[in-house]
């Protein structure tokens, strides 16, 4: 009598569990000899994406990730996905593929809020005709995350859209992408070793969270088979682990701002005799400063609010734990209106998401004579004034380690109203020409990713301070770039600025240039690698004390300049300079 076959005595939910098993081990098998066969390398430091660079262009709502490879070999492509972490439940967006030389993308339509991006390299490792998936393997391959926070869109927009739409239902990959430069590029991770062992028949190979979860999306779920009314018993799994579910992502906790974390509300329909809370919110942006303490945050209402004063003792900012204005709506900032001063002692101040507008003419409109005040995702407008000035020593200052960043400070100061630098022409109210956007006296002012245009003179004068930073900035339409001196400005360096179109209607002025000093200028100050176009005296004017070293002159090809899209096209012969 003829023995059985093992398959013909197995109950039905055993064949299929050793069905799934061979399954898995054949992919496994498979995997390992791909990896024998040249693409072994996949997982090694060189092919594992490195983000390094995630950031917004402010004012269209894009936002662009690069990251890096050293090798492309064995690698298939690269999977984008994002989503926004302002709630844990977000889901991810649908991936975008891309080919093995890609190296950026840029995601367009986004809200005000915090984006988390993927990228994950795909290996094109086959698995065995008999696996229930015939689809490629990409387990392998790194997966780099990173957040960057958008600045609001100019209008409403649909969200989540890739830079290239594609058509309805099919993804088109992007062309191949340039490769931006790596000036700032972060290091790539080390992989972990890839070690054979051998694949036991019991346990399913052990996946790590992130692949589990990778797949959990990319693959379909297997079909349900209809239940056994009477199995013949129950049996015990064979040794095989139990499956985990992977723990769900957290968004990083946003800090102070959006209204997540307000000490004191303001409003305009409040009143400064109430507690500061939703219901009794203040009315004045001096009354909130007055009662937060170091470390919080005060958020106002949309709206406006005027102007206000701050000196020593009035404010409780303190190192480390700074005391915050700013809105409770970002997409709808609330407006100050009027001149704005930070007098000595009143330290350890930041102002965020907020717009600063002045009609006035007298005087400069953000006078900052305070240490330590931080000025960021702001818009900032002065149509007949200076709009930033960081005073030096004396009765207003010094102003001590300002920070202006990712900024829009434009349309400072009317336009020039004559053809001729001479009076009436050069003093108030028609002194257009001697308006600027940011006028430095202080100690160590910082200026950066940020957009100074259509500012009536200057976009910065560098008159009298030490040891200012100005980097990765647009500077674009003013009646001049950026200047050094009178005053001696020693110490102050200008890089990776884009400086273009300067302009004014005083011909014989001549002073419409990208870069240049006049009179006494001190010591140690530079203008290095910053691209200087199409400026109406000359993209480099006289530069007496100053040193200047690898700065090019080349169309930066903009986006749209006239409507102040400053995103830089994917051929731009400077990619890498301007805002990060």
């Not at 470390?295 to 303190?318: D, I, K, N, V």
């Not at 300002?402 to 349309?411: A, F, K, P, Q």
């Not at 014989?508 to 290095?528: H, K, P, Q």
Request: proline share 9%; net charge negative.
């Amino acid at each position: 009598m003829q023995t059985p076959s093992r398959t013909k005595v197995l109950a039905p939910h055993r064949l299929r569990g050793a069905r799934q098993r061979n399954g898995r081990r054949a992919a496994a098998v498979a995997l390992l000899v791909a990896l024998c066969l040249g693409t072994a390398g996949v997982a090694s430091a060189g092919q594992r994406p490195a983000a390094s660079d995630l950031q917004i262009e402010p004012g269209v709502g894009s936002l662009t990730t690069a990251w890096d490879a050293s090798s492309t070999s064995g690698l298939a492509g690269f999977r984008i996905r994002w989503r926004p972490t302002t709630t844990p439940s977000s889901p991810w967006g649908k991936s975008v593929e891309l080919p093995a030389k890609a190296r950026s993308y840029t995601i367009t339509s986004l809200d005000a809020a915090v984006y988390e991006v993927r990228v994950r390299a795909i290996v094109a490792a086959t698995r065995r005709k008999g696996a229930r998936h015939r689809k490629p393997a990409r387990s392998l391959g790194g997966v780099t995350s990173g957040a960057a926070t958008a600045m609001a869109p100019w209008g409403e927009l649909p969200k989540g859209l890739p830079h290239e739409e594609a058509p309805a239902g099919k993804e088109q990959p992007r062309e191949k992408a340039k490769e931006l430069p790596k000036a700032n590029e972060q290091p790539t991770e080390k992989a972990q070793p890839i070690t054979k062992e051998p694949v036991k028949e019991e346990a399913p190979p052990q996946k790590s969270g992130e692949e589990d979860e990778q797949e959990k999306l990319e693959e379909e779920p297997p079909k349900k088979e209809p239940p056994h009314k009477k199995p013949p018993h129950k049996e015990p799994p064979v040794n095989e682990p139990p499956v985990e579910e992977p723990p769900a992502e957290e968004p990083p906790a946003e800090e102070g701002t959006y209204g997540s974390n307000c000490a004191l509300y303001g409003s305009p329909s409040g009143n400064d005799a109430s507690k500061g809370t939703v219901s009794a919110p203040l009315k004045t942006v001096s009354a909130v400063l007055g009662k937060l303490e170091a470390g919080q945050t005060g958020c106002l209402a949309p709206g406006s609010y005027e102007g206000f004063t701050t000196r020593a003792g009035e404010s409780h900012g303190a190192q480390g734990a700074p005391v915050t204005i700013t809105s409770t709506d970002p997409q709808t900032p609330a407006t100050i209106s009027g001149r704005v001063v930070t007098m000595p002692g009143a330290n350890y101040l930041t102002f965020t998401h907020l717009n600063f507008t002045d009609s006035s003419t007298r005087g400069p409109s953000m006078t900052i004579g305070s240490a330590h005040t931080t000025w960021t995702d702001d818009d900032v407008t002065a149509p007949h004034t200076i709009c930033f000035e960081t005073t030096g020593p004396g009765q207003w200052g010094p102003a001590e380690d300002t920070l202006i960043e990712r900024d829009r400070v434009h349309n400072c100061g009317q336009p020039f109203r004559c053809a001729t630098d001479a009076t009436p022409c050069n003093v108030p109210p028609n002194n257009g020409y001697f308006i600027h956007g940011l006028y430095d006296l202080g100690i160590r002012t910082t200026a950066r990713n940020s957009y100074f245009y259509e500012d009536s003179s200057k976009g910065v004068l560098l008159r009298g301070g030490k040891g200012a930073v100005i980097e990765h900035n647009i500077i674009d339409g003013n009646g001049s770039g950026v200047i050094f001196g009178d005053l001696t400005p020693e110490g102050d360096i200008l890089r990776w600025n884009i400086i273009t179109n300067s302009s004014g209607v005083c011909g014989e002025c001549d002073l419409y240039f990208g870069i240049w000093t006049y009179g006494s200028v001190g010591a140690g100050n530079s203008a290095v690698k910053n691209d200087v176009f199409a400026n109406g005296s000359g993209n480099i004017g006289p530069h007496g004390g100053l040193t200047l070293a690898e700065n090019v002159e080349v169309d930066p090809r903009f986006v749209n300049a006239a409507k102040h899209d400053y995103t830089l096209e994917l051929d731009s012969p400077v990619l890498g300079y301007g805002p990060q």
